[in-house]
């Protein structure tokens, strides 16, 4: 059964930076393209970031290009999020996902496996 585990998160000041992984288990991570979503208390969930199985295919919501950055560790069996100069507006609870395919889905939908999420806050 495919698990997968966030971590990183955590309390920071604007502008600071945060790098948050997610491990994959009981499957071949190769295999999976991967997303990172984000939800806001009393805002619907929105994707983030996705890459695909070969570290190809990247995108990113508007509200983040230039700032973070989504890679992949196949050996690692890891997706990382690199978030730099954060902003309060940045402050959710960030899940990964994974879906069995070689293109990312932008559909939430798509995406078969998830994490529990890790919370990150970005103080003003």
């Known amino acids: 059964q495919v698990q997968l585990v966030e971590s990183g998160g955590g309390l920071v000041q604007a502008g600071d930076s945060l790098r948050l992984s997610c491990a994959l288990s009981?499957?071949?991570?190769?295999?999976?393209?991967m997303g990172w979503f984000r939800q806001a208390p009393g805002r619907e969930r929105e994707l983030v970031a996705r890459?695909?199985?070969?570290?190809?295919?990247?995108s990113y919501v508007d509200s983040v290009k230039g700032r973070f950055t989504i890679s992949r560790d196949n050996a690692k069996n890891t997706v990382y999020l690199q978030m730099t100069s954060l902003k309060p507006e940045d402050t959710a609870f960030y899940y990964c996902?994974?879906?069995?395919?070689?293109?990312?889905?932008?559909?939430?939908?798509?995406?078969?496996?998830w994490g529990r999420g890790t919370q990150v806050t970005v103080s003003s």
């Open positions: 996902a994974a879906d069995f395919t070689f293109r990312p889905s932008s559909l939430s939908s798509d995406y078969k496996y």
């Open positions: 009981g499957g071949s991570f190769s295999m999976y393209a």
């Open positions: 890459i695909g199985r070969n570290s190809g295919a990247t």
